[in-house]
């Protein structure tokens, strides 16, 4: 399939409970939310009024992009994949570190991405487009 920015090189989706991630904070006193999300990230989600739900949007998101990927963590670590908003809302994804080059390395130019949430649930669904 092609579009725009070129042919769709990988796809990925994930569902995450939005308890759990709130879980794993207590558990952890609040320092997992150092290792996985980027302090724009964090500033953005405490902004929120449904904080977990946002929490567990982004991290979704990032398991997203790692399956369009189709790396996992391999070769560079979570916030390597950055989580933002555009101007109108829209989610967008930012490589760096070694995500960027894994990503380039396929030929990967661009991943688009769409998130939701509601009370339990967060979703998250990811496609890399690039050359062949």
Sequence with gaps: MESK????????????SVARIHRAVDRTTGRILLRLFTSEERDYCRSKRAVWACYAARFAAKEA??????????GFGWQDVEVRNCSSGRPQVVLSGGAAR????QGITEIMLSISHE???????????GSL
């Design 102 to 105: 894994e990503a380039e390395k």
């Design 119 to 129: 009370r339990e649930y967060a979703v998250a669904f990811a496609v890399a487009l």
């Design 5 to 16: 920015a070129g042919t769709v090189r990988g796809i990925g989706t994930d569902v995450v």
């Design 65 to 74: 992009v790692l399956k369009a990927l189709g790396t996992g963590l391999s």
